[in-house]
T-cell receptor, first 112, second 116 residues
Framework: ELKVEQNPLFLSMQEGKNYTIYCNYS?????LYWYRQDPGKSLESLFV?????AVKQEGRLMASLDTKARLSTLHITAAVHDLSATYFC????????????FGKGTHLIIQP | GAVVSQHPSWVICKSGTSVKIECRSL??????MFWYRQFPKQSLMLMAT?????????EQGVEKDKFLINHASLTLSTLTVTSAHPEDSSFYIC????????????FGQGTRLTVV
């Protein structure tokens, strides 16, 4: 059974600081996703990581993937209040099904 | 970009009644759609995979007779919560996997179900 673990689950940080969210998964997968969710809303796709060593950046967010370690990171640079949200990583369940197994999410609060 | 529309966005129903939620891919075709459930302050859990023209595949622990899924066309899947109870109150989110292009499913805006 595929397990996806995120940490931390809760993070409060100040604007301007840097921080990293970690996502570990238990079995081989060829795709890893990062999503953002605002309260009461659905998911917003941030990144799709397909291969070992993949790195993608969008604004103050950067995601990377190490398939050998089964680890992905989401790095926040010089955080701003607008990035406050819950961030989920998700991995393809496998077996060709394409359904996703999600981590528990990281609730991020960025204080001015 | 690809758009997935869910309807309704929210619904309140009485205990014992049934509720149907629609998931439509507006500008692409999808043979596969997924249904997830999210309880407050929790993660998303895959409930079932909906396949056009065939029976849905349910995840372990999800009652197929309670959560009826129909995927009658390449742009529409429906989830019917039968004989709803307060514990079925949740946020239900669908996603649709395009037939062509990148293998990334696109999410609908979700349906907030409250059973009273």
């Amino acid at each position: 059974e595929l397990k996806v673990e995120q940490n931390p689950l809760f993070l409060s940080m100040q604007e301007g600081k840097n921080y990293t969210i970690y996502c570990n998964y238990s079995t081989t997968s060829d795709r890893l996703y990062w999503y953002r969710q605002d309260p009461g809303k659905s998911l917003e796709s941030l990144f799709v990581l397909l291969s070992n060593g993949a790195v993608k950046q969008e604004g103050r967010l950067m995601a990377s993937l190490d398939t050998k370690a089964r680890l992905s990171t989401l790095h926040i640079t010089a955080a701003v209040h607008d990035l406050s949200a819950t961030y989920f990583c998700a991995v393809v369940t496998g077996g060709g099904a394409d359904g996703l197994t999600f981590g528990k999410g990281t609730h991020l609060i960025i204080q001015p | 970009g690809a758009v997935v529309s869910q309807h309704p966005s929210w619904v309140i129903c009485k205990s014992g009644t049934s509720v149907k939620i629609e998931c439509r891919s507006l500008d692409f075709q999808a043979t596969t759609m997924f249904w997830y459930r999210q309880f407050p302050k929790q993660s998303l859990m895959l409930m079932a995979t909906s396949n056009e023209g065939s029976k849905a595949t349910y995840e372990q622990g999800v009652e197929k007779d309670k959560f009826l899924i129909n995927h009658a066309s390449l742009t529409l899947s429906t989830l019917t919560v039968t004989s709803a109870h307060p514990e079925d109150s949740s946020f239900y989110i669908c996603s649709a996997l395009p037939l062509t292009g990148k293998r990334e499913a696109f999410f609908g805006q979700g349906t907030r179900l409250t059973v009273v």
